[in-house]
């Protein structure tokens, strides 16, 4: 794998490199390099150098390239699923859906090659006017997560590119090969040099350089919030605007007159879509008490049929990596530490052959959780989820907002009452009433709280992209009259 900086793909400047491991098996999947500072700060000169060409190429050319790039992406489409198995570990399913999420993004985005629009205001004088019209910030540095680590590139790339910014990514280090493989696509759709910059290596060590950068005017990133709160900091130093998505913590409100087998559906999906690795995963489960004994049986019984292994052939892959199951059991023994019922899962499969050093952890459902516990506080990012029982509404209400993280929600009620309520009730960026995710491109996908600001998608996402800019024109061709300017002044 190599860079591409300004528009040559190019090892790191000290040749040195990473490893990224397949989370089915544990073993190598391959090296990829880790870029240097000056390996940074020349795509960023370069996307920097190439900006004005871009923007005054017009909308309507610019849409030509993401089509194109569309085009290239569901000729090949296979390849892209197969690399998202390998290096990702998602099912044949998920695969394909993530697959069909990157050529949605790109069809929305380009759709809007019309629809950028300004506004005419009138002036405080019949013959002056305002001009608000949106421009592009530049350069944008785009930081994408591994988790769906095409269509999040997809979903930045897109929107950045149609608005005519120029573009520095940066992806997730346990998932460079399936962005390094988007951005082929995008090069040999004709985004010219320069436009179009990628460069992988940590984000611990070249993040701060990246972000802080004067010549960057905008930073979207999705990711943990620990490190939005980084990047917030950091971009200090050049005011860049940020669009940070960051972490969730999704409550599953299943109240007593819900269609039980609709909100299982959609609860196991939420739960183990990805394994558990989404931002709009269900992590809490709050359950009417006159219901709870038999909601929770269902999703036992559920859990215990979920076939763990083989993306290619399971209900649900692995964890990213090592770490990340490392993580999950510690939050499953505390959660037994604490005394919560464990109902099922609990524990890694015993898989033989080639999956057998792999990250997979089984489908966990802890009852009698506590609302203070780590496990209904703290985002697990794995298939494993705590079950409160509750009788009032509005303490349903209040638990589900108590939470530092405030992205996605979910519902499952026939009264209408309870719906309208939790419009305004349920204070969540996302709520999923009867129905499961995920988000929609039409959609504005943004959290409230320490989920970070701003957001993507729909017209208001493409928005984030663009910076509105205010021109002043007088058109009556008379002197002008300014009370402190006096006459003589001008004489
Ligand atoms: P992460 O560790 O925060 O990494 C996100 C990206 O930031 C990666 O490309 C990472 O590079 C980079 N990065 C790390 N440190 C940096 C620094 N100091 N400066 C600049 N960039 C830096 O997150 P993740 O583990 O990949 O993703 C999981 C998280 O993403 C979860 O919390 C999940 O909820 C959240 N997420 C949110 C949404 C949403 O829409 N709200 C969607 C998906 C995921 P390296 O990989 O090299 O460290």
Same mark, same amino acid.
């Given at each position: @794998?190599k ?7 190019? *090892? ?12 089915s @098996?544990g073993? !190598? ?24 060409m871009?923007y ?18 569901? /000729? ?30 790109? &069809? ?39 988790? %769906? ?15 005519? *910014? ?14 390094e ?43 943990s ?7 917030m ?15 969730? #913590? ?11 087998? *609709? ?7 939420? /739960?183990?879509? *990805? ?5 709009i995963?269900?992590?809490?489960? +709050? ?15 559920? %859990? ?8 290619r ?27 919560? #019922?464990l !109902?099922?899962?609990?524990? =890694? ?10 990250y ?9 959780v506590?609302?203070?516990?780590e496990?209904? &506080? ?9 079950? @409160?029982?509750?009788d ?12 530092? +993280? ?20 349920? =204070? ?16 504005y996908?943004?959290?409230? =709280? ?21 021109? +002043?024109?007088?058109?009556?061709? /008379? ?10 002044l001008?004489?």
């Amino acid at each position: @794998m190599k860079l591409l900086i300004n528009g040559e793909w190019v *090892n790191s400047s000290n040749e040195s490199e990473l490893e990224k491991y397949n989370p089915s @098996m544990g073993r !190598l999947f391959g090296k990829f390099p880790a870029a240097t500072k000056e390996d940074v700060k020349a795509a960023i000169d370069a996307a920097d150098e190439s900006f004005e060409m871009w923007y005054s190429k017009g909308s309507v050319e610019r849409s030509k390239v993401i089509y194109k790039t569309k085009e290239l992406i569901e /000729k090949s489409r296979s390849e892209l699923e197969r690399l998202l198995q390998e290096e990702n570990g998602k099912t044949t399913i998920e695969a394909r859906q993530e697959t069909d999420g990157v050529l949605d993004q790109l &069809q929305y985005y380009a759709e809007f090659a019309r629809k950028i629009t300004g506004d005419l205001v009138e002036g405080d004088s019949p013959s002056r006017k305002i001009f608000q019209h949106k421009i592009p910030y530049g350069v944008v540095v785009a930081l994408t997560p591994w988790n %769906f680590p095409a269509a999040m590139v997809a979903r930045k790339l897109a929107p950045a590119l149609m608005a005519g *910014n120029s573009v520095v990514l940066k992806p997730s280090s346990d998932t460079p090969f399936t962005a390094e493989w988007i951005v082929k696509k995008f090069a040999e759709a004709g985004v010219p040099k320069g436009v179009l910059n990628f460069v992988t290596g940590k984000g611990s060590e070249i993040g701060d350089f990246i972000v802080e950068h004067k010549k960057v005017g905008l930073v979207t990133m999705t990711g943990s919030t620990s490190t939005g709160q980084r990047i917030m900091s950091h971009s200090s130093s050049n005011m860049a605007k940020l669009i940070l998505e960051l972490g969730g #913590k999704a409550p599953f409100m299943v109240w007593k007159d819900a269609d039980l087998k *609709n909100a299982l559906s959609a609860f196991i999906w939420a /739960k183990l879509w *990805n394994a558990g690795q989404s931002c709009i995963a269900a992590e809490r489960l +709050y359950i009417h008490s006159e219901i709870y004994d038999k909601f929770i049986g269902m999703i036992t019984r559920s %859990f215990s049929k979920i076939m763990v292994g083989d993306p290619r052939t399971s209900d649900m892959g692995p964890l990213i990596n090592k770490g990340a199951l490392e993580t999950t059991e510690k939050f499953v023994e505390d959660a037994k530490e604490n005394g919560y #019922k464990l !109902l099922t899962g609990g524990e =890694r499969p015993t898989l033989s052959g080639e999956f057998g050093n792999g990250y997979f952890y089984m489908p966990t459902l802890f009852a009698g959780v506590d609302q203070k516990s780590e496990i209904f &506080q703290e985002e697990v990012f794995g298939p494993v989820i705590g079950a @409160m029982s509750i009788d009032d509404e509005d303490e349903m209400f209040r638990y589900a907002n108590d939470s530092k +993280y405030g992205l996605a929600s979910y519902l499952f009620t026939k009264d209408p009452n309870l719906i309208f309520k939790s419009l305004e009730g349920i =204070r969540f960026g996302e709520v999923y009433v009867n129905m499961p995710g995920p988000e929609s491109s039409q959609g504005y996908h943004t959290g409230f =709280r320490l989920t970070g600001q701003a957001g993507e998608g729909s017209r208001y996402g493409i928005e984030e992209y663009l910076k509105l800019k205010n021109v +002043y024109v007088d058109y009556s061709g /008379k002197d002008l009259k300014i009370e402190t300017v006096r006459e003589e002044l001008l004489e």
